[in-house]
């Protein structure tokens, strides 16, 4: 079947313009969560849903990214004012999480996000 | 929260030769340790994971082994081939703690010398 999706796969933009990512997970999966890698670097986790809530926004790094998402499917993540250092490849990823058990997580393609 | 510790971040073996990552972690009540691919510009791929009920798993020429007391697991690839060049990340997470997601190390460029 289809994996998780993501669009676009590559975003250049301007200092101070604001962005929208989009994640499609695996059809079915309950939980959905975005990570960012930046260049060389780990995957950092951002925000994880479970269904249509997420129970905790703290791995955002600021106040200008946020997400949602709607119908228990798409995501997005959106991020206002963008700055240079919000440059880096926004991973997405879902798994089925069974009851209380957290399935592999499958991971989309990524969106590379570059401010210039 | 959730710390892990990769080592080392480059390295480099013969073809035929076996590999060996190692990661700590710093959360106790973290209980399931996933290991990924990552190919240049390719999105991560599971290959294999271990949960803390089980010390070690092996899956063809992989193998993750976990020392729950020291905190720490190792990815141990055998009979290395070229295809095995990419990068490896090890990650760490509490089952049923979705909310806290996994929590990765840097991760390690895996070179395979012809």
């Known amino acids: 079947g289809a994996g998780v999706s993501q669009s676009p796969s590559n975003k250049v933009t301007e200092k101070g313009k604001d962005v929208e990512l989009r994640c499609d997970p695996i059809?079915?999966?309950?939980?959905l969560y975005w990570y960012r890698q930046s260049l060389g670097q780990g995957l950092e986790f951002l925000i994880y849903?479970?269904?249509?809530?997420?129970?905790?926004k703290s791995g955002l790094p600021s106040d200008r990214f946020s997400a949602e998402r709607t119908g228990g499917s798409v995501s997005t993540l959106t991020i206002q004012r963008t700055q240079q250092e919000d440059s880096a490849v926004y991973l997405c990823?879902?798994?089925?999480?069974?009851?209380?058990?957290?399935?592999?997580?499958?991971f989309g393609p990524g969106t590379r996000l570059t401010v210039l | 929260g959730e710390n892990v510790e990769q080592h080392p971040s480059t390295l480099s073996v013969q073809e035929g030769d076996s590999a060996v990552i190692k990661c700590t972690y710093s959360?106790?009540?973290?209980?399931?340790f996933p290991w990924y691919k990552q190919e240049l510009g390719k999105r991560p791929q599971l290959i294999i994971d271990?949960?803390?009920?089980?010390g070690e798993k092996k899956d063809q020429r992989i193998a993750v082994t976990l020392n729950k007391t020291a905190k720490h697991f190792s990815l141990h690839i055998t009979e290395t081939q070229p295809e095995d060049s990419a990068v490896y990340f090890c990650?760490?997470?509490?089952?049923?703690?979705?909310?806290?997601?996994?929590?990765f190390g840097k991760g390690t460029h895996l070179i395979i010398q012809p």
């Open positions: 990823a879902s798994s089925a999480q069974t009851q209380r058990l957290s399935d592999t997580q499958y």
């Open positions: 059809s079915g999966h309950t939980a």
């Open positions: 849903f479970q269904g249509n809530s997420a129970p905790d």
């Open positions: 959360d106790s009540a973290s209980n399931y």
């Open positions: 271990i949960r803390s009920n089980v």
């Open positions: 990650a760490a997470s509490i089952l049923g703690g979705g909310a806290d997601g996994l929590t």
